[in-house]
């Protein structure tokens, strides 16, 4: 294998060049997107998935408290604030949030909503119930225009006391869509 | 004229764009600019398969037992995710992929209780949605549509719809296609 380190070691003349082996450290620029920037980007941003594992005793306007994350790719979630998504650097411009509930109610109705940064904003989604049993959904956003350190929560609303039920049927998503 | 069949460049540091004019054309082919290969190769624009049920091939529900939902139209795909002769479940092809999402839509004939929801390797797990419809009245067709978080996977991961009910009911395929299952590859795996 010939391994020269710049063109001056040809000499003068044409030069043909039949293969390149290139081997260094490349720098990104901003000009085009580069598969690098494309892994940072992209690559490292699934999300975030939280769960419950034991049940929360709930009343009206409560926020649910995630306990575990079975994958957080960026820092979403801190124990610490166990309720909250939240964005993580200004990369991101838009999420989609889904989630999944098990809610347990002896009569009467509840709610089970998202909020944004602390109030219901579309286009979140609203499950509606009004049962006597215990009840299970699914909860998909839309696209949601989002900024560095917005908050993302699962709020649920009734008119009697309930249990969000622990189980493989008590998650919460989000999902990056659009990067900026 | 001097020809070179086999040419390694090395530096040591970073290369910058004020590298040589050598360095500088090796870059921008080798690193500066994605085809549209390579950003399908990464997830983009991939939309993976669907299968859906053909006009009037209604599907009953099994009563007090769970039982797999076996769609039989396949209406794309693109990627090998429907195993051979086996529709009705989805399975990763390989490992290029590390993150799908996987939702369903079906209408039921009959909304007295019943579950629905999607398996990962036959059971459920954090991530993939379920549904159960209680009892809001029957004779009525009752709309459901789930779907997932983004879900980890390896190759030869399957995915599967269930249902339950307590009473006689069914999936109904009605004229337009309004039950179906879909698995979407979302993330490349990032080598």
């Known amino acids: 294998m ?14 043909q060049v039949n293969s390149i082996n290139f081997y260094g450290t490349f720098v990104d620029d901003d000009f085009n997107l580069t598969l690098t920037t494309l892994r940072k980007v992209v690559g490292n941003n699934v999300g975030a998935l939280v769960v419950r594992s034991t049940n929360q005793a709930m009343v009206s306007g409560d926020v649910v408290l995630w306990q575990a994350a079975v994958y957080d790719t960026d820092t979403w979630w801190d124990a610490t604030s166990a309720g909250v998504l939240r964005v993580p650097h200004g990369n991101i411009s838009h999420v989609r949030l889904t989630a999944s509930f098990n809610v347990r109610s002896l009569f009467g109705f509840h709610q089970v909503f998202f909020h944004h940064n602390g109030a219901l904003m579309y286009p979140l989604p609203i499950w509606n119930v009004a049962h006597d049993h215990v009840r299970v959904d699914n909860l998909v956003s839309g696209q949601i225009p989002v900024s560095s350190g917005d908050r993302l929560e699962c709020v649920i609303n009734m008119n009697n006391n309930t249990d969000l039920v622990a189980s493989t049927q008590a998650w919460f998503s989000v999902e990056p869509v659009r990067f900026v | 004229m001097t020809v070179v069949n086999s040419l390694t460049a090395t530096v040591s540091g970073a290369i910058t764009d004020s590298t040589s004019a050598f360095l500088y054309v090796v870059e921008r082919l080798q690193s500066k600019y994605i085809t549209m290969s390579q950003l399908q190769d990464y997830g983009m624009g991939q939309i993976g398969a669907m299968q859906a049920l053909p006009d009037s091939t209604n599907i009953g529900i099994n009563i007090n037992s769970v039982a797999p939902v076996v769609y039989s139209l396949e209406l794309y ?115």
């Open chain 1, 2 to 15: 010939t391994q020269i380190n710049s063109l001056a070691a040809l000499g003068s003349g044409s030069i």
């Open chain 2, 77 to 191: 795909d693109f990627g090998g995710w429907i195993p051979a002769s086996s529709l009705g479940i989805f399975q990763v092809p390989d490992d290029h992929w590390e993150y799908v999402k996987v939702g369903a839509s079906t209408v039921y004939n009959n909304a007295n209780f019943a579950d629905f929801y999607i398996v990962k390797n036959t059971a459920h797990t954090w991530g993939l949605p379920w549904k159960r419809h209680e009892n809001i009245g029957a004779g009525g067709g009752y709309v459901c549509v789930i779907e997932s978080a983004p879900i980890q996977v390896v190759s030869g991961d399957t995915f599967g719809l269930r249902s339950k009910s307590i009473l006689a009911n069914t999936i109904t395929a009605g004229t337009i296609m309004t039950s179906m299952f879909w698995i979407q590859p979302i993330k490349a795996r990032f080598t």
